[in-house]
């Protein structure tokens, strides 16, 4: 029985990031030898064991064979003749390939070191083709690296084009494609992982809503960038920058669904997307099953992002009602996630990237002064019900109008 440190650890280590978790390969041994040594078993669709001290997770070395479509599609073989070299063909990328010894020794048969400096994303085998999973992890890749300047390999490219035109993506799960878009999310260069999945053309088939938007104009004077799918990947660059937040990322991502349900000949004017866009939003996030606090943001960013820039002109009432509408009045409210999506929505243009937001701070400021309002003498009067809530608006429209005053 030998034990090695693989995948992220090894690959992390390499590139002098910090190691987060470390995951251990066990060759030459059963099921029942670990058993006898303390392991507890956790893995369902395959032999994955916790140390009995460390609580690390190790692994029996295995083969796989394809025997249906899909990622479950496949049958393990686990056995104490199964080589290291033989669990390591299976993997995904061959910088997640490389072994370690308990003396710090490296084995690497798919040549990952020579990947890592060369800055590239390549399958170790032909077999990479079987899980369509795997098209997810690359793009998921390439959003954690691009900043070292990790691209794709063109082999593997191909390879994922391929898989793409079988038919494999269609495959793919609500609950993986959300996993690998929530991880992606929080990953240095969220936009690559989009543009990767372009590059394949996963795009069209895994999120239709946002391939949709490549292709469509918008006005030149406001858009220099023009192509709202362009537009799309530079505002999620820009709330990249502003927040480490995946659900700010997201709702940044998706705020202009809409300027794709734009009849062309009505381009590159897109009257009335905001409201337009949320079809579109809501069949995304019952396709992938997106968490409420995500939803919540992105349907609110969509719908008010264009108020959020005109604040300034915004009557009292209009925005008054704009803040009760986004929650902003709640002790657990999102109220500085969506001003980092408008704010990365004003910036997210070509030559506009460095530009200030004053109308963050200035509903910022509105806020201060709706948050000391006193409304004891309201919730005390003979008020009831939905009266309570009028009275409440009148006296933040009132603070609003007076706060606008002193300002000009």
């Not at 579109?280 to 995500?294: D, H």
Request: hydrophobic content about 40%; some cysteine.
């Amino acid at each position: 029985m030998k034990t090695y440190l693989v995948g992220g650890a090894v690959r992390d280590r390499l590139l002098g990031y910090p190691v987060k978790e470390r995951d251990w390969l066990v060759v030459g041994a059963s099921v029942e030898t670990l058993l006898a040594q303390g392991f507890r078993p956790v893995g369902k669709d395959f032999p994955v064991f916790l140390h009995p001290d460390s609580h690390e997770e190790y692994a029996l070395a295995r083969t796989e064979r394809k025997t249906a479509p899909g990622y479950k599609g496949f049958v393990f073989h686990t056995a104490a003749d199964v080589t290291l070299e033989q669990d390591l063909q299976r993997r995904d990328l061959t910088i997640n390939a490389i072994a370690e010894t308990s003396d710090g020794q490296l084995i690497d048969p798919y040549n990952g070191q020579h990947d890592l400096k060369r800055r590239l994303l390549r399958h170790v085998s032909p077999a990479f083709s079987e899980d369509p999973v795997r098209i997810l992890r690359v793009a998921r890749f390439a959003a954690r690296f691009a900043h070292l300047g990790f691209s794709v390999a063109d082999e593997t490219l191909a390879l994922m084009r391929q898989m793409v035109a079988n038919g494999e993506a269609q495959h793919l799960v609500a609950e993986r494609v959300w996993a690998e878009l929530q991880k992606a999310l929080g990953e240095t260069t969220p936009a690559a992982f989009f543009e990767v999945l372009r590059d394949c053309s996963a795009l069209q088939v895994i999120f239709p809503e946002i391939d949709a938007l490549f292709g469509v104009p918008q006005p030149a004077q406001y858009h220099p960038e023009i192509d709202t799918g362009i537009h799309a990947l530079m505002v999620l660059e820009q709330a990249s920058r502003l927040s480490s937040q995946p659900e700010v990322r997201l709702a940044a991502l998706l705020h202009d669904l809409g300027k794709a349900v734009t009849p062309s000949q009505f381009w590159p004017s897109h009257h009335g997307h905001e409201q337009k866009g949320l079809k579109p939003l809501e069949n995304f996030c019952q396709r992938l099953r997106v968490p409420k606090t995500y939803k919540t943001l992105a349907r609110d960013v969509m719908q008010y992002h264009t108020h959020c820039h005109r604040v300034r002109e915004l009557r009292a009432d209009t925005l008054a009602d704009l803040l009760h509408n986004i929650g902003a009045f709640r002790a657990a409210n999102q109220l500085e996630g969506f001003l980092i999506a408008c704010e990365a929505d004003a910036r997210g243009r070509t030559g506009f990237e460095n530009r200030d937001y004053p109308q963050a701070d200035f509903i910022r400021a509105v806020m201060t002064q709706l948050n000391q309002l006193d409304t004891r003498a309201i919730l005390n009067s003979k008020l009831q019900g939905a009266e309570i809530g009028t009275a409440i608006r009148r006296l933040r429209i009132d603070c609003i109008s007076q706060f606008k005053h002193q300002l000009s």
